[in-house]
C-alpha cells in the first residue's frame, strides 16, 4: 500500500520537475545559440554544444580542468556546454617561426637572428601523453623557448651552414627523449643580424679564411698528384721489372731447350758410334772365328796344294830344295798351332 503510494506521488511529482527542467534548459540553449558567436575562441569553445574539428586536427576535451582521454575526428561533435572544454590540436605538418633571437658569441659581439622556422608534426597517438605533460602550448616549451637556448649553444662555435642540420639535431634528440610524439621536419635559420664594422672583419675574415682553404687544397692537390706520380713510376719500374724478368725466363728456356738438344744430339751420336763399334768388334770375332775355324790340317793342305800347284817350277830328283822342306815343316807348325788353340778353348769353356 505504501508503495503504490509513493510511485502516485512520483509520478504526480515528475511532471512539474520536468516543466521545470525545459525552461532551465531552453534558456541556456538560447543563451548559447546567442551568446556563443560573438564570444571569444575559449569561450565559444566552453559554451558550445555542437563543435567542428576541421581537417588535420583532432578533438581534445577537458572537464573541470582535467584532460580526458576522448580524442575526436575531424567532423561535427557534441559536448557538454560550461562543462567540457574542447581544444583542436594540430596533427599535421606545421611550422612555427621564432623571430628575433638575440646570440652572443664568443668575442662578445650581441647578433640577432631575424626568423628561425621549425617545421614540425605531432604524431596523433602521442596527442594525449604531450598534451598532459606540456598543455596544448607545447611547442613553446619545446621549440620556441628551446631555440633560445639551442642557438646561444651554437652560434658561437659554428658556421652559418652547420647551424640549420645542428639545431634540428638538437631539437630532435630532447624531444624523442621527454616529447617523443614532437617530430622535427626541418629547421631554416635566417642570416643573423650583425653589426657592420664586425660584419667588415667577419667578411675579411671568411675571405682569408677562404684563401686558407683554397692553399689546403690546391696543397693536397700537389700533394695527390705527387703520389700520382710517384705511383706511376713504381707502376712503371714494376712493368719494367715483370719485362726484364719474362724475358731472362725466356732466355733461360731457350738455353736449357738448346742444352738438352745438344745432350739428346751427343747421345744419339755416342749410341750411332757405340753401335758402329760394337758392330766392328762383332764383324772382327766373328771374322777371327771363321779363320780360325778354317785353319784345320785339310784346309792347310788344300792351300799348301794350292800354293805349290801355282808355282810355275817344278822341282824333280833326289834332292828337293829346302825351301818346300821348310813350307812343310811351317804347315805342320801351323797345325800344331791351331790344334794347341782348339785345346786351350775346350779347357776354357770347360
Not at 502516485?8 to 527542467?21: K, L
Not at 525545459?22 to 569561450?43: E, G, N, R
Not at 576535451?61 to 561535427?76: D, H, Q, S, V
Request: glycine letters at 4%; charged letters at 25%.
Amino acid at each position: 500500500m505504501d508503495s503504490q503510494h509513493q510511485t502516485r506521488i512520483s509520478q504526480t511529482r515528475d511532471p512539474s520537475s520536468t516543466s521545470i527542467m525545459l525552461p532551465f534548459l531552453s534558456f541556456i540553449l538560447i543563451a548559447a545559440l546567442v551568446l556563443v558567436p560573438s564570444a571569444s575562441p575559449s569561450l565559444k569553445n566552453t559554451m558550445s554544444v555542437i563543435h567542428q574539428v576541421p581537417e588535420g586536427h583532432v578533438g581534445v576535451y577537458w572537464r573541470g580542468g582535467a584532460l580526458l582521454k576522448t580524442i575526436t575526428e575531424p567532423g561535427f561533435h557534441m559536448k557538454m556546454p560550461f562543462l567540457t572544454q574542447f581544444e583542436p590540436v594540430q596533427v599535421t605538418l606545421q611550422t612555427d617561426e621564432v623571430t628575433d633571437i638575440p646570440c652572443g658569441t664568443k668575442g662578445g659581439v650581441m647578433i640577432t637572428f631575424g626568423k628561425i622556422e621549425v617545421v614540425n608534426r605531432l604524431h596523433k597517438e602521442s596527442v594525449y601523453e604531450t598534451l598532459l605533460n606540456y598543455g596544448v602550448q607545447y611547442d613553446k616549451t619545446w621549440i620556441y623557448d628551446k631555440i633560445h637556448h639551442e642557438i646561444n649553444q651554437f652560434c658561437s662555435s659554428h658556421s652559418l651552414q652547420q647551424i640549420d642540420e645542428k639545431m634540428k639535431d638538437a631539437l630532435q634528440v630532447d624531444c624523442t627523449r621527454y616529447a617523443p610524439g614532437i617530430e622535427i621536419i626541418g629547421v631554416r635559420v635566417t642570416k643573423p643580424n650583425i653589426p657592420e664594422n664586425i660584419s667588415h672583419n667577419y667578411e675579411q675574415m671568411e675571405e682569408e679564411r677562404t684563401k686558407g682553404l683554397i692553399a689546403i687544397e690546391k696543397q693536397k692537390v700537389s700533394e695527390k698528384e705527387a703520389e700520382t706520380m710517384k705511383k706511376m713510376a713504381i707502376s712503371e719500374a714494376e712493368k719494367n721489372a715483370n719485362v726484364s724478368k719474362i724475358l731472362m725466363e725466356q732466355k733461360l728456356l731457350e738455353k736449357d731447350s738448346a742444352r738438352k738438344q745438344e745432350e739428346i744430339e751427343n747421345a744419339m751420336y755416342l749410341a750411332r758410334e757405340k753401335s758402329l763399334a760394337d758392330a766392328d768388334f762383332y764383324r772382327v770375332i766373328r771374322e777371327a772365328e771363321a779363320n780360325r775355324l778354317k785353319l784345320t790340317p785339310e784346309f792347310l793342305e788344300l792351300k799348301f796344294i794350292e800354293s805349290i800347284a801355282n808355282n810355275t817350277k817344278i822341282f824333280f830328283g833326289d834332292k828337293i830344295p829346302n825351301m818346300i822342306l821348310d813350307q812343310r815343316l811351317l804347315r805342320n807348325f801351323l797345325v800344331e798351332e791351331v790344334s794347341r788353340g782348339e785345346t786351350q778353348k775346350t779347357k776354357a769353356d770347360i
